[in-house]
């Protein structure tokens, strides 16, 4: 069923919003975040913090935030929005208009700064090819995606 959704000719914002809801469901499964109840009372609970940030061509910082300023920066992908959430310590960042190799290659410079890889998928299908990559450093743990013109970075900080 999903295969035949993708073949259908999806405009962009749907594309994204799809990709932003996956891995943000990604992130949250990947770094363990729960609903805060761990069972015991606290008291000095606060609410989550999450704030999305559409960002105009050209104009995404990669050293502008404690999540991406640990990634290599990749100039020449368009930032369209980042999300963070402070509360459980990730962050998002969806890229319009990139492709599978650009996509491969940001994975093999992420190697090349520590970054071990714990999985990695590629499907070289002609008319929609994905790529979802897991990996993990010291300090945080990285999620990519890439399918139908649309890379998903997302980062979890584990210290």
């Known amino acids: 069923m999903i295969k035949q959704f993708l073949k259908h ?19 949250m499964s990947v770094s363990g975040c729960g609903n805060g109840n761990s069972g015991s009372d606290n008291t000095n609970a606060t609410q989550s913090t999450v704030a999305t940030y559409k960002v105009n061509r050209g104009e995404f910082d990669w050293s502008g935030n404690e999540y991406t300023s640990v990634l290599p920066n990749q100039k020449e992908w368009n930032v369209s929005q980042y999300l963070i959430d ?44 994905i790529l979802n990559y897991l990996g993990e450093s010291d300090s945080y743990d990285i999620s990519i995606s890439y399918t139908g013109g649309i890379t998903t970075i997302s980062i979890t900080k584990t210290k």
């Open 9 to 27: 000719k999806c405009n962009s914002k749907i594309k994204l919003f799809i990709a932003v809801i996956c891995m943000f469901a990604l992130v």
């Open 86 to 129: 402070d509360s459980r310590k990730c962050c998002s960042v969806i890229i319009d208009n990139s492709d599978l190799e650009s996509t491969k290659q940001y994975v093999k410079s992420l190697e090349k700064t520590g970054v071990s890889t714990v999985k990695s998928q590629v499907t070289d299908d002609k008319k929609n090819p």
